[in-house]
């Protein structure tokens, strides 16, 4: 294909006009990915620094499992003061069992 001196003058200026167009859109490929580099760079320091939260329960299991333990405190307390109650029953019944040495020896078994 043979190019004419007419078409040549033609050319010649579009060409620096298509090379500059291509550079420029170069730099703002590399212009775009270096901004995304710097925007990922603030998030993942933002990300660093922040505290993360928890996740949510699921269906509530903590807050049920709760109650049966506070439920439990109570009722051992409840078992500990009964526990106190019958040893001090069964010091004075020892107390008196202590008085008279045949008391509390001897079981009746019924067949």
Same mark, same amino acid.
């Not at 109650?67 to 029953?89: A, G, L, Q």
């Not at 010091?91 to 001897?106: M, V």
């Given at each position: 294909?043979? !190019? /004419?001196? +007419? $078409?040549?003058?033609?050319? %010649?200026?579009?060409?620096?006009? +298509?090379?500059?167009?291509?550079? *420029?859109?170069?730099?703002? $490929?590399?212009?775009?990915?270096?901004?995304?580099?710097?925007?990922?760079? $603030? !998030?993942?320091?933002?990300?660093?620094?922040?505290?993360?939260?928890?996740?949510?329960? @699921?269906?509530?299991? %903590?807050?049920? @499992?709760?109650?049966?333990?506070?439920? /439990? =405190?109570?009722?051992? @307390?409840? /078992?500990?003061?009964?526990?106190? #109650?019958?040893?001090?029953?069964?010091?004075?019944?020892? =107390?008196?069992? /202590? @008085? $008279?040495? !045949?008391?509390?020896?001897? +079981?009746? *078994? #019924?067949?």
């Amino acid at each position: 294909m043979a !190019i /004419n001196s +007419v $078409d040549l003058q033609v050319l %010649i200026p579009k060409a620096t006009e +298509v090379g500059k167009a291509q550079s *420029i859109a170069k730099q703002q $490929d590399t212009l775009q990915q270096q901004q995304f580099a710097e925007q990922w760079k $603030d !998030i993942s320091t933002n990300r660093q620094q922040q505290v993360q939260g928890t996740a949510k329960s @699921e269906g509530g299991k %903590i807050g049920r @499992e709760k109650e049966p333990r506070e439920k /439990n =405190h109570s009722r051992d @307390e409840k /078992n500990f003061k009964e526990t106190k #109650k019958n040893d001090k029953e069964c010091e004075t019944l020892n =107390h008196a069992s /202590n @008085e $008279d040495p !045949i008391l509390g020896h001897l +079981v009746d *078994i #019924k067949t």
